[in-house]
Nanobody, 125 residues
C-alpha cells in the first residue's frame, strides 16, 4: 500500500517562494520514482518535476525556478518553488511509481500509479 500526502500549498504573491512536501507511506518499498504535477482550472494536468535515482526532470516552464528533492530520512519528496508567477497557480499533486518516469518529446507523462490528493497553490500578481 502506497499513500502520498501533499502539504505546503498556500496563497503567495508573485515573486515569492513556497516549499511543497509529499509525505510518502510505502510499506513495501515499491516506489522508485516520484513527481510533481499540477492542474489549473480548465487546463490539462502538467508534469512539473520528477526524480528517479540521481536524475531529475523539469518542465521548461519551471526550469531554474523549481527544485525537486528527496529526503529519504523523512520519506518525503519536496518541491521548492521560487520566483513564483501567477501562471503557477494550480493544484499540485504528488505522484509515485515503481517504474522510471516516462518522458516523451520532453514532456513528463502522467503514467504514475500512485497519486496524492493535491495541495492548492495560488499566486497573486
Amino acid at each position: 500500500q502506497v499513500q502520498l500526502v501533499e502539504s505546503g500549498g498556500e496563497s503567495v504573491q508573485a515573486g515569492g517562494s513556497l516549499r511543497l512536501s509529499c509525505a510518502i507511506s510505502d510499506s513495501t518499498g515499491v516506489t522508485v520514482s516520484w513527481a510533481w504535477f499540477r492542474q489549473a482550472p480548465g487546463k490539462q494536468r502538467e508534469g512539473v518535476a520528477a526524480i528517479y535515482g540521481g536524475s531529475t526532470y523539469y518542465a521548461d516552464s519551471v526550469k531554474g525556478r523549481f527544485t525537486i528533492s528527496q529526503d529519504s530520512a523523512k520519506n518525503t519528496v519536496n518541491l521548492q518553488m521560487n520566483s513564483l508567477k501567477p501562471e503557477d497557480t494550480a493544484t499540485y499533486y504528488c505522484a509515485a511509481d515503481s517504474r522510471p518516469p516516462l518522458v516523451e518529446r520532453g514532456v513528463l507523462r502522467d503514467a504514475f500509479l500512485y497519486w496524492g490528493q493535491g495541495t492548492q497553490v495560488t499566486v497573486s500578481s
